[in-house]
């Protein structure tokens, strides 16, 4: 079933390669889809306010609680003293305490939780709370932690050839610093969860979040009980992104305890200014570099000192570098490589997964890189990057995988001339000539992206799939929804397998009482690993069926087709409803779970060496853009994308994720900028202050998914994954505004240096550099 063709596929209503409406998209915009703000309040539930530190860096030495005790409405408030079992959320490294005992090592960082009879009360009796700090000394930025050797972790190294000597051989060596900032979530739902107290010392939780086996873990670790006690549940997110991945554990923490001590079911809610102070956001990054190269513009070697913000603690940072290092290359073949990547210790809030999740960080480097090459020798930078780029026998990544599979000079052929990248270019460079104020600018990029968690344990999943005697068919799998179309996708694949239209198929939330011991959904790799998994259940329970029509009639099981509705046998055919009823009056079970794990793939973390990515995907994008060189405002003006989907599953939901991650992008690398005072405080907490795209903001976009492209890897239905790829995409965006400083700069020597995001102060810095 995994290799029919798409004609076969469009007999059935909703079955894969068809571009079928997202399962929630009409609930969406009526505003009947349920999230866990929507569920009914029981009886008693508690409304909890998170009490933050005021300080970055700080001793406590008191915390006065008596006065919001007494407070109206007030049931309780919790401190570190009250957890019943360890005070410890760190995700994948121990060390990370929900609430704050001794020391607060981030302002924004939690320190008790009231809880009362509504929200508001909950708000007014925290006001009331009083804290006592000695100030310690803060570290707030990466040159600061990298000058005094401030990392929460050894520096995590990546060799390959001997960049030392290469660089003491190469014709041109230049040298440089690149900085890109860090980026809020800005999911539509805040973080929150709801706890209820149960039989036993059991929990039921409803969490928004990514990863409802980790928030199982971590609650039953701040509870001291066992992982079975905790059952979390998961229908929809209103965004994640990787915000929700690590971070949802400490929100559905709080509810868990609160829930146990008082007896009473607890929801806690975040705001938006709290959930931005309170919660980790993309890492920070700041890069020192070294690169060789000929006259030609080839690059012989690079030697970078990469750091990434980490924050006060590890959270997710460890893995985070380690695939900011993996995508240093991005599409160009390095032969000799020296990075160092630093996991920066600073006293501001743990940095967490982002979409891309140190992609997008360890590309932009490169991509800076490659700009400074091509300035230095007066070139432009597709003809720096045509010298670069994988080809057969220079296809060796850094990190020891072979590049295979590769659709790159397929996509950029096809967009180059279907966006007609050379007639723009020469166009923009006579407006330019024209123009003394508005220059414009127009610059490719291409991403080359690999698909599996860089953790080799992660990539695996599960799935229940239960067929009921009507022939309708109930969907479970650890995969959650965030917006992304998972639910739909992993549907189709089910739809298409049994051969039965998607309105038999029935969606439910994801649980751990159903399928345990669930990764994350993230890096892009939900659709791939719980299709697979649920496919898997299929085919034993189609097994089964086949084995019952092969007794009634007389036959090979393995002759037994399923083809739209329809179970067929030779000139025998039963309905798939009428054989499920059959099934089950023969007292053979319509039951299964189904398993899979990623083959073939393999990474050793100390040498930063092995297979890491089940395959690559490809994609380019031309942007143009406009600056105003009076006032450094700029604008997105148009984006012509064409992205390697593989053979899609839904091109309609792929399509959206292509323009929602691009837009993602666009904001991290234009306007969002999170800004610290000197005292460590977050200034950009609020809409008001802290600026994302907005429909106005959205260029002329033009977007196409790359025909007859189909996996050459084995994956469901020759698809490849979507989430994530596009986002890096905007990273054209950051070289066409680039190329309109450069026009601005015209007679100045020297490269164009543009710090991301490239906002009015940025853009003036440097055009005046």
């Not at 995590?156 to 001997?162: H, L, T």
């Not at 198929?505 to 959904?521: C, L, Q, Y």
Request: overall charge negative.
């Amino acid at each position: 079933m995994n290799e029919m063709t798409k004609a076969e596929s469009m007999r059935l209503s909703g079955g894969v390669h068809q571009s079928i409406t997202h399962d929630s998209a009409c609930k969406h915009v009526r505003g009947e889809a349920v999230y866990v703000d929507d569920m009914a309040e029981p009886e008693g539930l508690l409304h909890c306010w998170v009490v933050l530190s005021e300080k970055a860096h700080a001793r406590i030495l008191s915390l006065d609680l008596e006065a919001a005790r007494k407070a109206p409405g007030v049931a309780a408030i919790l401190t570190a003293a009250d957890i019943p079992g360890e005070n410890d959320v760190g995700p994948a490294f121990r060390g990370e305490p929900l609430l704050a005992e001794d020391v607060v090592e981030y302002a924004g960082q939690a320190i008790a939780i009231v809880l009362a009879a509504s929200l508001a009360k909950a708000r007014a009796a925290a006001e009331l709370v009083v804290a006592e700090y000695e100030t310690l000394p803060a570290i707030l930025s990466i040159e600061d932690a990298m000058e005094k050797k401030s990392f929460l972790m050894d520096p995590m190294i990546m060799k390959e050839g001997d960049a030392g000597a290469a660089l003491a051989e190469a014709p041109h060596v230049s040298e440089g610093e690149f900085r890109a900032g860090g980026q809020d979530h800005f999911y539509l739902e805040t973080h929150i969860a709801y706890a209820e107290p149960m039989e036993d010392d059991e929990m039921r939780i409803v969490s928004s979040t990514q990863h409802p086996t980790e928030v199982q873990h971590i609650v039953s670790r701040l509870l001291g009980v066992p992982y079975a006690a905790i059952t979390v549940e998961v229908r929809r997110m209103g965004g994640g992104f990787g915000g929700k991945e690590s971070q949802a554990s400490q929100i559905a923490g709080m509810a868990a305890i609160a829930a146990r001590l008082t007896g009473r079911p607890v929801k806690v809610r975040l705001t938006r200014d709290v959930d931005m102070l309170m919660t980790g956001k993309r890492h920070d990054t700041y890069a020192r570099y070294k690169v060789g190269y000929d006259d030609g513009g080839r690059i012989l070697a690079i030697d970078v000192d990469l750091g990434l913000k980490a924050g006060y603690v590890l959270d997710l940072s460890a893995a985070v570098l380690t695939r900011a290092l993996c995508h240093i290359d991005n599409a160009y073949y390095l032969p000799n490589v020296h990075v160092r990547g630093y996991c920066c210790k600073t006293h501001t809030v743990s940095n967490t997964a982002f979409r891309g999740f140190g992609g997008p960080q360890g590309m932009i480097v490169i991509e800076a890189i490659v700009a400074h090459v091509a300035d230095e020798l007066g070139l432009s930078i597709d003809d720096v990057r045509a010298v670069n780029y994988y080809a057969d026998g220079r296809d060796l990544t850094p990190y020891g995988q072979k590049v295979e599979g590769n659709n790159m000079p397929r996509v950029l052929d096809e967009l180059v001339e279907g966006a007609k990248f050379a007639e723009r270019k020469a166009e923009i460079a006579r407006f330019n000539d024209k123009s003394p104020v508005i220059k414009r600018g127009i610059a490719l990029l291409p991403v080359k992206f690999g698909i599996s968690f860089n953790l080799v344990s992660l990539n695996q999943a599960g799935a229940l799939v239960n067929v009921y005697t009507d022939g309708s068919v109930s969907l479970n799998h650890g995969g959650t929804e965030m917006g992304q179309g998972l639910y739909l996708k992993v549907a189709q694949v089910v739809a298409e397998s049994f051969q039965v239209d998607i309105e038999n198929i029935r969606i439910s939330s994801t649980r751990t009482d159903k399928v345990p011991n669930t990764s994350a959904t993230a890096a892009s790799s939900g659709s791939d690993l719980n299709s697979m998994a649920a496919l898997a259940a299929c085919d034993t329970i189609k097994g089964r069926m086949a084995e019952v029509m092969a007794n009634e009639f007389g036959g090979d099981p393995a002759e037994v087709s399923f083809v739209h509705g329809q179970v067929k046998l030779g000139n025998h055919a039963m309905s798939f409803k009428d054989l499920a009823q059959k099934c089950w009056a023969e007292r053979v079970s319509l039951s299964s779970t189904g398993f899979y794990k990623t083959p073939e793939i393999s990474f050793d973390q100390a040498s930063c060496k092995g297979n890491p990515f089940y395959y690559f995907t490809y994609g380019a994008c031309i942007a143009e853009a406009a600056i105003d060189t009076l006032t450094g405002e700029s604008r997105i003006l148009r984006a012509d994308i064409l992205q390697d989907v593989g053979s899609s599953l839904n091109p309609a939901i792929d399509i959206g994720q292509i323009e929602g991650g691009f837009v993602q992008g666009l904001g991290w690398l234009t306007m969002e900028e999170l800004w610290w005072d000197g005292e460590g405080q977050l200034r950009t907490h609020a809409p008001s202050t802290y600026k994302i795209p907005t429909s106005r903001d959205v260029p002329d976009l033009h977007i196409r998914l790359l025909s007859n492209a189909p996996n050459q890897r084995p994956t469901i239905f020759r698809s490849k994954a979507i989430g994530e790829p596009p986002f890096m995409l905007a990273i054209a965006c950051w070289h066409a505004l680039r190329e309109a400083v450069k026009a601005a700069r015209k007679d100045e020597d020297g490269p164009t240096l543009l710090d991301a995001p490239a906002t009015i102060e940025n853009v003036l810095k440097a055009i005046h550099a």
